[in-house]
């Protein structure tokens, strides 16, 4: 029987295996070019040439901080490593490997299979702090991977724990000596240099033209936070109640903040750095995200065996006038409250440091040091300690993160209680970027003034130490303060970027975020409800009388209670006009839930909603569409109503996208034809049409307009039991429903039925 330790060694071996696999494809580093360059422009209008390729890292120092010294550009990876959770991944060259692994192994395993190779550079006339290595971020999440903890916050974004680059271009400016240098790791891959690839990629890009840095723009409303003033108050008082029930010293608590976005990542980067250029400036092209960084904070720096770290804790506004200012930056210096949390912070931070550092070389070099930002004052200390042998950047880490003047004190309490006041996973929040090199030097921020990109969307957070001491309504501004920098960049730059979503909710138009459902809503807890959905053509609801009198009667069967008196056409008019869609083709749902049957002043729910709606053969090649057989028959009288409890559908149809079709052709428990997952069935043979008998099938609102139709063109109607192989026997097959109208049927699983005439385009004439 294999022991936790055993598991834990073979999973090694297999990173290990894996690592070795990837060194192959990858190559091997057989030493560094280098050469000293001339930009001819600005270091950051230099890196715009390079910020739209994926796997590019920028790490700017801005402002005359003593920590602000090096701009680091890396480029073109030859190696890219993301991971969530034990889930890793590894690209190199155009091959992929995704293997189980903890993530802090698999960093190891990286760093020691290059390490050798680059060691002697160390030393070596190369005066650059990082010349080989990895660039990218860890997410505050990745510290579920070093402690057991609770995840009852919710992680929306899923986006990588871990992500790092292996740049084949570094250019570092270090603005000390005014000096640009071109780094590119000499790597041998199959026997062959690909130095000169690498180069003729660099000159051609600094060569090239300088990219028009497209613009940005958020919404005209503004940033939305995941905390309302109040919620947020209350969340600082029911800390200060732990502190004073002896859980924890301090806690640091953020709220986060979410618009939509539009332009350039790095637009917004550089825009950024030009207003306020603090020490730690981070931009990472992550492909299917962006991390912009803004960050005062140092986490980690290691240059051979020496390590710092300079936490932040204390932070007051700046003033309006010099002397209000100067009276600002006193009251910080002279604060009592923050020099009792910065030195809590300071004593943590000494003891993680004291972990992997030689015994009694943790020092505080200085402490309560004011540092001047353009909003906001800082208070920041600086501890030092040497590293004792055998431990190298990964021991490092894992022994500080995540930083503890972000998370509290202690450490791992106040992360309990932060995932627990907080709805939202913190993600890059107080996690770190920076790089990591071959040969043993480091330097990672903390990952504050931090906002993130993905899906159109850009998301920041801010926080503050709460101690026993804290006002709620103080700690709430200061994370205003501490958010003016990402906020008031927009200002001006607002933009409509879309149309805002609206629903009618219960009587009433509501913009979609903010409607809400009561959790005990029975719709929601059991599918207890059904839907119409209703084609509008410019305003004009199609077959409307009809949808509005199914709804009825499956009201009538499902509730018991009287149908609502309500016009529904002057509701589907106030969603649609709310939602800008009265000039065109719109899809408009109406939802009924049984609501919560405990409240007897409202034992329901009502929703209508509207979507754009194009037709799915707009665009499409063949006019039509293709089946596969669903492999799940289905046999439920809640198929008799369009019911909430659409999960069987709904799971049919991804499986027929899965498998390269259209539809999935629904099949009774004795194999017969019943429907497809969205619409009915109709077969054509001569001139009679024939609908398939099944004991539990809606009846279509369109299917019976057709039929209608097809009647007065003198066809004859039969229903009756079909199998597989009358589809294929009969003239044509066609689907139905109320918003594609009348489609053919091409093919089924595969194979095709015989050739459709234009019968279905003259139906779609006439009912659409």
Request: with cysteine; proline share 4%.
């Amino acid at each position: 029987m294999k022991t936790f330790s055993d598991l834990g060694r073979l999973l090694m071996k297999a990173v290990e295996f894996s690592i070795d696999k990837i060194k192959k494809i990858a190559g091997e580093i057989d030493g560094i070019y280098t050469e000293n360059i001339e930009l001819g422009e600005s270091f950051l209008d230099f890196a715009a040439r390079f910020a739209s390729m994926p796997g590019t890292v920028i790490l700017m120092s801005g402002g005359d901080n003593d920590c602000s010294r090096y701009h680091i550009l890396g480029a073109k990876p030859w190696l890219t490593f993301t991971g969530r959770i034990n889930e890793m991944k590894i690209k190199a060259e155009d091959h992929s490997f995704n293997f189980r692994a903890d993530p802090f192994d698999t960093l190891r395993n990286i760093l020691n299979a290059y390490k050798p190779y680059v060691q002697h550079l160390h030393g070596h006339n190369i005066q650059s702090p990082f010349a080989a290595g990895i660039l990218g971020y860890l997410s505050y999440d990745l510290k579920d991977s070093l402690e057991k903890l609770p995840r009852t916050s919710i992680d929306d974004l899923y986006l990588p724990h871990i992500c790092f680059f292996a740049p084949s271009i570094i250019v570092i400016h270090d603005r000390k000596e005014d000096r640009t240098s071109l780094f590119i790791p000499e790597r041998i891959v199959s026997g062959k240099s690909v130095l000169h690839k690498d180069l003729e990629v660099f000159k051609n890009i600094q060569a090239s033209k300088q990219p028009l840095i497209e613009s940005f723009s958020g919404d005209t409303d503004g940033f939305r936070s995941n905390f309302t003033k109040s919620k947020y108050i209350n969340a600082v008082k029911q800390i200060k109640e732990y502190i004073a029930s002896g859980h924890v010293y301090q806690v640091n608590l953020s709220q986060r903040f979410e618009m939509n976005f539009e332009g350039s990542a790095f637009g917004l980067f550089k825009t950024l750095y030009n207003l306020n250029p603090a020490p730690f400036f981070s931009y990472i092209n992550a492909e299917d995200h962006f991390i912009v960084s803004t960050s005062p904070e140092r986490f980690l720096l290691q240059s051979g065996d020496r390590l710092e770290t300079r936490p932040i804790k204390g932070t007051m506004p700046r003033g309006d006038t010099l002397k209000e200012d100067k009276k600002l930056g006193l009251e910080l210096k002279n604060s009592k409250k923050d020099d009792a949390e910065l030195s809590m912070i300071v004593d943590l931070l000494r003891n993680d440091l004291g972990k992997i550092c030689k015994a009694g070389s943790v020092r505080v070099v200085e402490h309560k040091r004011l540092e001047v930002y353009k909003n906001v004052f800082h208070l920041v200390s600086i501890i030092e300690g040497v590293l004792d042998k055998n431990q190298n950047a990964v021991d490092i880490i894992k022994a500080a993160f995540p930083g503890g003047s972000i998370t509290g004190c202690p450490k791992i309490r106040s992360m309990e209680i932060i995932d627990e006041l907080e709805p939202h996973r913190r993600h890059i929040y107080t996690g770190s970027t920076g790089y990591i090199s071959f040969y043993d030097t480091m330097d990672l921020s903390i990952a504050i003034r931090t906002a993130t990109i993905v899906n159109k969307k850009i998301i920041f957070s801010v926080g503050g130490g709460i101690v026993f001491d804290s006002d709620p309504f103080d700690e709430y501004d200061e994370t205003m303060h501490k958010g003016r920098t990402l906020m008031e960049v927009f200002k001006g730059k607002e933009k409509v970027l879309s149309s805002k979503k609206h629903v009618w909710i219960n009587g009433s138009i509501e913009p979609i975020d903010l409607a809400k459902i009561n959790v005990t809503d029975q719709g929601f807890l059991f599918g207890y409800g059904f839907f119409e959905t209703i084609r509008v053509d410019k305003g004009k609801p199609q077959y409307l009388e009809e949808h509005i009198a199914r709804f009825n009667q499956t009201w009538k069967h499902l509730f018991f209670k009287r149908v609502p008196d309500l016009t529904w056409q002057d509701i589907i008019y106030q969603v649609i006009s709310s939602n800008g869609l009265l000039e065109e083709t719109a899809a408009v749902k109406i939802i009924a839930s049984k609501g919560n049957s405990e409240n007897s002043s409202l034992n329901f729910t009502l929703i209508a909603m509207a979507r754009p709606y194009t037709h799915r053969l707009a665009e499409k090649k063949e006019l039509g569409v293709k089946l596969v057989i669903y492999p799940k028959p289905r046999q439920t009288p809640l198929a008799d109503y369009k019911t909430l409890n659409y999960l069987y559908y709904l799971l049919a149809g991804e499986w027929a996208k899965k498998k390269g079709a259209d539809e999935a052709l629904i099949l009774n428990p004795d194999d017969t034809i019943s429907e497809t997952n969205t619409a009915n069935i109709l077969l054509i043979k001569d001139k009679t049409f024939i609908r398939p008998v099944s004991p539990h099938v809606l009846p279509g609102i369109m299917e019976k307009v057709v039929c209608e139709l097809l009647l007065s063109w003198g066809y004859m109607s039969e229903s009756k039991k079909l199998c597989l192989e009358d589809l294929f026997l009969s003239d044509q097959v066609i689907i139905t429903n109320s918003l594609i109208g009348a489609i053919p049927v091409l093919s089924i699983d595969g194979k095709k039925l015989k050739k459709p005439t234009d019968l279905w385009l003259k139906i779609n004439n006439a009912v659409l």
